[in-house]
Each structure stands twice: as structure tokens, then as C-alpha cells.
């Protein structure tokens, strides 16, 4: 069991990625914590997650509301007295080609994506530098390294999202905390579920491997980079995306 007695919080984790990245650190002994939106879809994971662990649990949050996560993370904090792991996964995308995009879009995402991020890490960080031990990870996008057209606020939020994991680690780098951006390629989720076919296929003519990854591909990075194998890690961002970005 390679987490074992840690106690793992993971935002968007109901379904996709985080449900994944979840499943697979509840499957080596880590108590995981999932933060979502609806309440019926965060019931429906941890019951899943309980048949792996049985310390699985939700709590409503949206990573926008500076308050409720401060709140959660202190309820979460009480109920576990320790807090060894941040996935900062929750993410959305609303594309339009830059000359059409609605401010209120590019606000919503950079929001959820960039601010949701900052927002969960500087609220775990006081706990992470009270037991001087901890393990940031953000899910940015290959999309924060390439840009995208039609993708201008889910780029920046993603670039910025690597930006942030540097200063992460420089910042909390001398208390044992380590932060690592993964930067996922083209993953099957809902997020691409609304792509046709033909999109589909013609990503996969420019990935190496041909192929879109799975949630499983992202969940085995993110425990190898929680674990203590990567104890001499941080500051990166590791690219899952069969070799679209090289
Ligand atoms: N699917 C891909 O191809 C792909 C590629 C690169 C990066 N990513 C990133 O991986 C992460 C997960 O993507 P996915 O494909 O599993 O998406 P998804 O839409 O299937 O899941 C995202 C989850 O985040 C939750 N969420 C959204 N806004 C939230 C908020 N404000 N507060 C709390 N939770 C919120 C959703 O309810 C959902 O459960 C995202 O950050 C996404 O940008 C995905």
C-alpha cells in the first residue's frame, strides 16, 4: 500500500480524473476526500470509493467560494487531524474562438480552473506547514503548455496553473510541502465525450501513440508523484499525453 493512513483531498473528484485519481489512492490505503457540486453524484463516488476504503467521504464545494473551502478544509482538518494530499483537479472548459468569447466565459473558467487551484492550496497550506509534510498536485493541460485555438481562457488558466505549481514549491518547498503540475493530453471523460468522431480522429493522427489516454493513465502519474518515490520531485510539470508534447 503506497499511501497508506494519508488522507487525500481531491476536488472535481464525483467523476472523471478525480473519480479516477481517487479510485487509485483509495486502492493503496489513502482515506480520500472528494470536493464536487451536486451531492448525488458525490454520494454515488464514495460509495464506490468505500468498497476500496473504508474512510472514503464528500462534502459539497465549489473551489470559486474563498470561504466554504477555508471551511471545509478546517472541518476536513478536524475530522482526519492531518492533510497529506491536494488534487487540485475541478476544471472546465467553455471554447470559443477569441473574437467570440464572452467575458463572462473567460471569467468562469479562468474562476474554476486558476483561482480554484490558488484558492484550495493556500487554504491547505497552513495545515501542510503545521505537520511540515505534505503533497501538492495540479492538473493542468497540455493545452497550458501548446495554447489552443478556440481555447484562449482554458490555455491561460492551465499556463497559469504550471506557473502557480513553481511558485508552490519554491514557497513551501523548505516546510516538506512538494507541488507538481501533471499536464494531461487528450483523455476520454465527459469533458470529450460531445467531440465527434472525425475530432477525434484527427487528434489521434498527431499523438505518437495514436490514441486518447484514459482517466487510469493521469491516476498513475498522480500516484507515483503522492507517493514517497517521488520524494526528490517537485516543481515539474509531467506531461500524460502519448507523446503529443516533446
Ligand atoms: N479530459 C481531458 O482530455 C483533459 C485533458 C487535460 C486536462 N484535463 C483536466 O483534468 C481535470 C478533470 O477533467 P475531466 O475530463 O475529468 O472533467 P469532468 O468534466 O469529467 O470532471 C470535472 C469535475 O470537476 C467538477 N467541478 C467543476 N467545477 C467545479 C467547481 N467550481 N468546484 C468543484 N468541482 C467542480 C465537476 O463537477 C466534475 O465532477 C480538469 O482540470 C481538466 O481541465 C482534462
Known amino acids: 500500500m503506497r499511501l497508506e493512513n494519508k488522507v487525500a483531498v481531491i476536488t472535481g473528484g464525483a467523476r472523471g480524473i478525480g473519480y479516477s485519481i481517487a479510485e487509485k489512492f483509495a486502492s493503496e490505503g489513502a482515506k480520500v476526500v472528494i470536493l464536487d457540486l451536486n451531492q448525488d453524484s458525490i454520494d454515488k463516488a464514495v460509495a464506490k470509493l468505500n468498497k476500496l476504503q473504508e474512510d472514503a467521504t464528500g462534502y459539497i464545494a ?15 482538518y478536524k475530522r482526519f487531524k492531518q492533510i497529506d ?11 470559443n474562438l477569441m473574437m467570440r468569447m464572452k467575458e463572462e466565459d473567460w471569467d468562469a473558467v479562468i474562476n ?33 503548455i501548446m495554447g489552443n485555438a478556440g481555447q484562449a481562457n482554458y490555455a491561460a488558466s492551465k499556463g497559469g496553473i504550471i ?4 511558485s508552490t514549491a ?19 471523460t465527459e469533458m470529450t465525450d460531445n467531440l465527434s468522431q472525425e475530432v ?3 487528434y489521434a493522427e498527431v499523438i505518437p501513440l ?27 510539470t509531467i ?8
Open 112 to 144: 474554476v480552473n486558476l483561482k480554484g487551484t490558488f484558492n484550495c492550496t493556500q487554504k491547505v497550506s497552513r495545515y501542510m506547514m503545521k505537520q511540515k509534510n505534505g503533497v501538492i498536485l495540479n492538473i493542468a493541460s497540455v493545452i497550458g
Open 200 to 202: 477525434i480522429d484527427k
Open 163 to 166: 506557473a502557480l505549481t513553481k
Open 62 to 76: 465549489d473551489v470559486t467560494n474563498s470561504q466554504q473551502i477555508t471551511d471545509i478544509f478546517k472541518q476536513i
Open 210 to 236: 495514436n490514441r486518447m489516454g484514459t482517466p487510469h493513465d493521469v491516476a498513475n502519474l498522480c500516484l507515483f508523484l503522492a507517493s514517497e518515490e517521488a520524494n526528490y520531485i517537485t516543481g515539474q
Open 170 to 188: 519554491k514557497e513551501f518547498a523548505s516546510r516538506n510541502i512538494r507541488a507538481n503540475a501533471i499536464a494531461p493530453g487528450f483523455i476520454k
Open 85 to 95: 494530499i491536494l488534487v487540485n483537479n475541478a476544471g472546465i472548459t467553455k471554447d
Open 239 to 246: 506531461c500524460v499525453d502519448g507523446g503529443l508534447v516533446m
